[in-house]
Each structure stands twice: as C-alpha cells, then as structure tokens.
C-alpha cells in the first residue's frame, strides 16, 4: 500500500558527502515514521536514523553529527544527508516507512541504494 523509491548512492572517497532520497507513494496519511537503515555485506540491518511525528529525530551513535535525516512533505520525500563519510558507512542502504494498516503498524521498504566509501 506504500511504495518507496530511493535514489542518490553512489561511490566517493573518504571525507565526501552524498544525499539520499526517498520518495513515498501509495497511502501516505497511514504513514507514522519513516527511516533509513543499511546493511553492508554479511552482517545484520541496522537502523541509521528515523523521523517521526513532531520532527522527532533518532541516530545511530556511529552516524551521530555526521548524517542528518529530513523530510519534505509537500514532497512525501525523506533525506538523508551524509557528510564526513567514512569506509565504514559503506553498505546498501534502505529507506523504510512504518504506516499504520487495519489498526496495526506495518514495514514497507525501498529496494535499496548502494553507498560505497574509498579510503
């Protein structure tokens, strides 16, 4: 019932910036929060930063002072800005909306966009 559509991945060198986006379609008044997380190969998900009602924020203790999460709501469109990017933060990253459906809140996902970090 909600389609996400992530874009801005790509390969810099250490120290550069990138900014994703996503842009939400479908049932966009269920939607509750939106966020972004990643996974780089072989290891687990893991949440980066989420916004939600009142433009409340959330990090990642890794990302913290370096990546900032907004939105555009005239847009239905989240960013995420990355700067000071480190190898580290290289990993598909994946945008993500929890929209509340028959009374319950339900994960929708993008098909994800690649972040790759030189050192």
């Known amino acids: 019932q909600v389609e996400l559509v992530e874009s801005g991945g790509g390969l810099v060198q250490a120290g550069g910036s990138l900014r994703l986006s996503c842009a939400a379609s479908?049932?966009?008044?269920?939607?509750?929060?939106m966020g972004w997380y990643r996974q780089a190969p072989g290891k687990q998900r893991e949440l980066v930063a989420t916004?939600?009602?009142?433009?409340?924020?959330n990090y990642a203790d890794s990302v913290k002072g370096r990546f900032t999460i907004s939105r555009d709501n005239a847009k239905n469109t989240v960013y995420l800005q990355m700067n000071s990017l480190k190898p580290d933060d290289t990993a598909v990253y994946y945008c993500?909306?929890?929209?509340?459906?028959?009374?319950?809140?339900?994960?929708?996902w993008g098909q994800g966009t690649q972040v790759t970090v030189s050192s």
């Open positions: 993500n909306a929890n929209a509340l459906e028959w009374f319950r809140g339900v994960d929708y």
């Open positions: 479908g049932s966009i008044s269920s939607i509750n929060a």
């Open positions: 916004i939600a009602s009142g433009d409340r924020k």
